[in-house]
């Protein structure tokens, strides 16, 4: 009978508002299934003095992405990842499959739940968000390379705590929602970058720590967003105010008798709220981190980084043509502190960026139009064999979600 239920929820695929094929068993078990593309054409700029601007066409996301419930217990996510190019500036790999979120959640409440798996950490609000719901297509710390695709900077991302996958790592996770959402906490321990790594980064049994805090004020009107994952946009589908504040933490050892505990924190708002036709948005995010491996440092420090952005859209929602049209940007800016790859001086990076966003059916199918001007200071130029400039990209992306 099982058997029969699956068939007839696979031949009778429905498809959801948010654009995800639906298989039903019963009343409490179903999952849903969506494929994500974003193919880009870009000119780029030449990051250094010794090479050419150069055009270069990407499939930068090919997900699939898949969630549901056995019961209203017992909830899973996954998501694999197909793209040959996900965040490199101007690099080909060849395509291959990888994991990017594998989740088990035991959802006692909505005060209380547990999560379990590989997937976004609990720390700032850029990296609890997906790629596919960007307003700046083009993502966080655009124009990083090689030297030669973009500019070189120390491995360490300034964005992003002591995780092993940039904003994921594997641990598990205790959170809820309080009075409506009025609170949101999350506290969860992770294997983290520093954990019986083979590196002079951890070869002890170091686990690491995060949490964050959000506060949504429900009382004025404002809906939280409930969910684990979070968007740059609601699209004028409901206003929000959100803030939000994290805390990362994980011991280090470089099993020659040094070890420290390298911390990381943040604090960052997003505002947004519908006024007739028109929908700004209004974003910012901080994030500092210090007491990094000494491996890193110059002549034994401890190196340390800073990085915040600002960022906002104005959505007139209303059809133009066949979509409706927005204007977003962003400055980020980024810097690295006592790193033995800068001689111990002070990199910065500046980045803007400017999009025209045409949503067709929302994040569902959506085209953009942008630039992106990247100005790394001397320092950083110095590292990119004293041939590093300022660059400018122009990019043209499409989005469909089915």
Do not use: C
Request: hydrophobic residues 35%; charged residues 20%.
């Amino acid at each position: 009978m099982r058997k029969v239920l699956l068939l007839s929820g696979v031949l009778a695929a429905s498809i959801l508002p948010a654009q995800a094929a639906s298989i039903k068993l019963d009343e409490q078990t179903f999952s849903t299934l969506d494929l994500t593309l974003r193919i880009t054409g870009q000119r780029l700029g030449k990051a250094r003095s010794d090479v050419k601007d150069y055009t270069d066409l990407s499939i930068r996301r090919a997900t699939i992405n898949m969630a549901g419930q056995v019961n209203k217990y017992v909830k899973f996510e996954f998501e694999g990842d197909f793209s040959p190019n996900t965040t490199a500036r101007g690099s080909h790999q060849a395509s291959s499959a990888s994991l990017n979120d594998g989740v088990i959640t035991l959802d006692l409440a909505d005060e209380f739940k547990i999560r379990a798996g590989k997937y976004r950490v609990p720390f700032a609000r850029a990296n609890l968000t997906s790629s596919r719901n960007y307003i700046i297509p083009t993502g966080i710390r655009w124009g990083v390379g090689d030297g030669t695709n973009g500019y070189k900077a120390p491995s360490w991302n300034p964005f992003t705590p002591a995780t092993l996958a940039g904003d994921r790592d594997t641990g598990i996770s205790f959170w809820g929602n309080i009075a409506d959402g009025l609170l949101q906490y999350r506290l969860g321990i992770f294997d983290g970058k520093f954990d019986h790594t083979d590196t002079k980064l951890g070869q002890k049994d170091n686990i690491a720590y995060g949490m964050r805090l959000e506060f949504n004020p429900v009382m004025l009107g404002y809906k939280a967003d409930k969910g684990w994952g979070k968007a740059d946009s609601y699209l004028g589908k409901q206003n929000v105010f959100n803030i939000g504040v994290a805390y990362w933490a994980q011991k280090w050892d470089d099993n020659a008798g040094k070890s420290g505990t390298a911390k990381a924190w943040a604090v960052d708002a997003l505002y947004e709220q519908k006024f007739g036709d028109m929908v700004p948005n209004l974003q910012f995010g901080y994030i500092g981190q210090t007491s990094l491996p000494v491996t890193l440092g110059i002549s034994g420090t401890k190196p340390k980084t800073n990085a915040y952005y600002v960022m906002g859209q104005l959505l007139y929602d209303q059809m133009v043509g066949i979509g409706k049209p927005a204007l977003a940007a962003r400055y980020e800016y980024s810097e690295y502190k006592n790193f033995n790859d800068l001689n111990g001086q002070k990199g910065k990076v500046g980045r803007t960026s400017v999009f025209l966003n045409y949503y067709v059916k929302g994040w569902n199918a959506q085209l953009s139009l942008g630039v992106d001007i990247v100005n790394p200071n001397g320092v950083m130029k110095q590292y990119n064999n004293n041939k590093g400039k300022n660059f400018t990209d122009y990019t043209i992306a499409l989005q469909t979600i089915f």
